[in-house]
């Protein structure tokens, strides 16, 4: 359900004919959201997770790999477009497997993984440059 959509029925209808579905809504997006800063801490912490590979965060997948992917497909385009502007529940891209498979293959394409930021000696000096 769009946001523009679901606004309008908040100010033509009775909260009875919407509430049940926005709030199914905002749960699933809530999960979705806690999926991500869950992995993104366990990312953080040293965990090694590739994030290429859905198996090991489906939620980091999406970010950082299906997402940039997106710009050089048209189907995966309209699929994180849809998904980003609420059009689509946030678990859609995910149950179609073909999808997922082709968004990996794409990021897998793209070359090997950019540098997630500096190694914890560099960024201890860089703390430590920037005291002085």
Known sequence: MSWVFARNE????????????????????????????RDRLRLWGGEPIDIRNPDDSM????????????????????????????LDPPDAIQREPELVEHARRIA????????MGPVRPELLEAISVARS
């Open 10 to 37: 908040v100010r033509t209808t009775e909260p009875a004919s919407w509430s049940m579905p926005l709030a199914a809504d905002a749960a699933a997006r809530f999960d979705a959201v806690s999926a991500e800063d």
């Open 59 to 86: 939620a980091l997948f999406l970010r950082m790999s299906a997402y940039p992917a997106a710009a050089k497909d048209p189907q995966l385009f309209r699929a994180v477009a849809r998904r980003v502007n609420l």
């Open 108 to 115: 897998v394409d793209a070359g090997p993984l950019p540098r």
